[in-house]
C-alpha cells in the first residue's frame, strides 16, 4: 500500500471523527420516525442560553408545523433577556412545572437532547431521562460526546446547535418551511454563540445560513436590540464591579474576574445578568485567557466561565480541573472550595500552563 494513499485512509477517518455531518443512514431513520405520529420532547441544557433555547425552541416550531406533538422542557429558568423569543412562553420549567414536565417525558416516544452531549449537563432531569423508553436524538457541537443517543448529530467544527438545526431541516429537504419565527430562533442562537459572527467558528456558510434566515424573516437589527440593549441600573453596577475586582496575571497573559454572592445580591442579582462578563478580559491587549468565578451559595458552588483565544484549550482546562467541558476557546465548569480558595487554586494551576500562555 502506498503511503499516500494510507494517508488519505488515516485523513478522511480523522477528518471524518472531526467534521461529522449527518450520515445518510441517520436522515433515512429520522425521516421514518418523523414521518409516523411522535411524542416529542426537545431539551436543551441547565442554565440554557441562546443557542439552548433558540434551537429548542426552532425545533419545536418545526416539529409542531409538520403535524408533530412536540414540547420543549427546560432543566431549570432561562435569562431575561430570551424571553421575548417566538414560542418562548411555551417552555416547561422541570424545576416549577414538575409533574406537568415529568409526565410529558414519561409519555415522550422521542426525546431531542439540543447543546449538550451529556446528560449530567441537565441536573437533576438526568434521573428522568435515564429511565425513559423513547429514543434519543442528539444534535450538540460540543467535543467528546457521550453514547446515549439513537441518532447523534455531532459536530464540534459548528458554530451553534442553531446552525445545526438549520442543517437538520435542510437534510430533511425541509428549509422551505422555515417560518418567520423559526428564522428568529435560529438566527438568535448562531448569533450569541459565535459572540456575534467573530469567533472563529463563524464560518463562509455559517453567513450564508444567516442570509437565508434573514431572507425567511429574521430581523437582524430588532434580535440584536432585543439580546443586547437589555441593560439595566443594576446590571452595569454589577459590571462595575466585576470590571474593579478584575486580577491581571501578565506573566500568564490571564485575566479573571470574581463576583461574590454578595456582591450580586447588592444588584439584584437575576439569571443572565453576568452573560458576556467574562469576555471584557479578552478585550485587554496580549491576554490570551479570561475567566470569571461566580458563587452561587444555593448550590453551595463557584460556577466558572472559561475563555480564550488562539491555541489554548479552555474546554480541556476546564475538563482536567474543574468538572467541566465545552469548546477549545469557550468552556464552563464548577469548584466546590470557596471563591478564594478556588482562586488561589487556580492561579496556582497556571503554573504548569506558562509556556502554552506566553
Ligand atoms: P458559559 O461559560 O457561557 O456558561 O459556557 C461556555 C461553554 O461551555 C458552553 O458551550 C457551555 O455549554 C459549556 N459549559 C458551561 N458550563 C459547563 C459545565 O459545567 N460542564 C460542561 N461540560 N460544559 C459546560
Ligand atoms: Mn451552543
Known sequence: MSSLFLFSIISKYVYSCIFAPMNLEDIKTVKKLLSTPQKIVIVPHKNPDGDAIGSTVALWHYLKNIGQDATVVSPNDFPDFLKWIPGNESILNFEKENSQSKNKISEATLIFTLDFNHLSRIGQMQDYLNNVVAEFIMIDHHQAPADYAKITYSDVSMSSTCEMVYNFMEYLNDTDKITPEIATCIYTGIMTDTGSFKFKSTTSRTHRVI????????????????????????????????????????????????????????????????????????????????????????????????????????????????????????????????????????????????????
Open 211 to 358: 442570509a437565508d434566515l434573514i431572507d425567511k424573516g429574521a430581523q437582524n437589527t430588532e434580535i440584536h436590540h432585543q439580546i443586547y440593549d437589555t441593560n439595566n441600573s443594576s446590571r452595569l453596577k454589577l459590571l462595575g464591579i466585576a470590571l474593579n475586582n478584575m486580577v491581571i496575571l501578565e506573566d500568564y497573559n490571564t485575566a479573571y474576574i470574581t463576583l461574590t454572592q454578595e456582591e450580586l445580591n447588592s444588584c439584584n442579582y437575576k439569571k443572565g445578568d453576568t452573560e458576556g462578563f467574562v469576555n471584557y478580559g479578552l478585550t485587554l491587549k496580549g491576554i490570551k485567557f479570561a475567566v470569571i468565578f461566580i458563587e452561587n451559595s444555593e448550590e453551595g458552588i463557584i460556577k466558572i466561565s472559561f475563555r480564550s483565544v488562539g491555541d489554548f484549550s479552555v474546554n480541556q482546562f476546564a475538563r482536567n480541573h474543574f468538572e467541566g467541558g465545552g469548546h477549545d476557546n469557550a468552556a464552563g465548569g464548577k469548584s466546590d472550595l470557596t471563591i478564594t480558595e478556588t482562586t488561589e487554586r487556580f492561579t496556582k494551576l497556571l503554573e504548569n500552563y506558562k509556556t502554552d500562555l506566553i
